[in-house]
């Protein structure tokens, strides 16, 4: 069902819990992007980390190399992202990092900081095709806040795809800006007429009493 149908939106997304990516879940992650695929032909959600040249040699050979950069990610204990599951599978993926860790937006002419304030980026989702249009999406952006907050996180940026009109799921990786509104993100910049910077300011925690 779609997530503007108030009904049966509400009783699919109760059925997901959303878990970081850790070494005990690399297996899910395979699953999900798929041993040939790897997540848009051998991405494997390496591309904002690497430099060109690198990513580009990780994408031969089905995405080997690509796929065990972000091994190394996880096995390290590093910030690759989150898994969204569904009745025990998982069904979705969103990038959620420090934006130092993600090379190609702070170097990209559109993305590059507009201040120098440590910042958390959301950069990417996958989502299962059968999974798509169902609120995975959307609650994976809502953990991703909450992630980079329980980490320390003061803002969170995402960047998404604003093309002036209807796309479908496939293009939409980066998120679209109706998304990440109404997660409380507001446009602090535009560069390029796609390609909105979109910013949420989080506050610690309360401690519970």
């Known amino acids: 069902m779609a997530a503007g149908d108030p009904f049966g939106y509400e009783v699919r997304v109760s059925t997901i819990k959303i878990h970081a990516v850790t070494p005990g879940r690399w297996d899910d992650l395979v699953r999900l992007f798929g041993e040939e695929r790897g997540a848009y032909g051998g991405c494997w959600c390496m591309y904002f980390r690497l430099r060109g040249s690198e990513f580009s ?4 050979d089905r995405g080997r190399g690509n796929r065990e950069a ?6 390290d204990g590093g910030e690759p992202g989150l898994l969204a599951y569904r009745d025990g599978e998982p069904v979705g993926w ?6 130092e860790q993600l090379g190609r937006i702070e ?12 910042v958390w980026s959301v950069v990417c989702f996958y989502i299962h095709r059968s999974h ?13 806040v909450d992630h980079a907050r329980d980490r320390g996180a003061r803002i969170v940026e995402g960047y998404p795809y604003d093309p002036g009109r209807r796309v ?3 293009e939409a990786y980066y998120g679209l800006p109706s998304m990440f509104e109404a997660a409380g993100f507001a446009e602090v910049a535009r560069r390029s007429p796609t390609r909105p910077i979109m910013r949420r300011g989080v506050r610690p925690r309360r401690p519970r009493p």
Do not use: F, K, Y
């Open 57 to 60: 040699a990780g994408t031969r």
């Open 94 to 99: 969103v990038s959620v990092a420090p934006r």
């Open 70 to 75: 972000m091994r190394g990610i996880v096995a």
């Open 168 to 170: 479908p799921n496939s």
């Open 107 to 118: 170097r990209s002419p559109t993305t590059r900081p507009i201040d120098d304030r440590p």
């Open 132 to 144: 798509r249009s169902s609120g995975v999406g959307t609650e994976l952006l809502r953990a991703a």
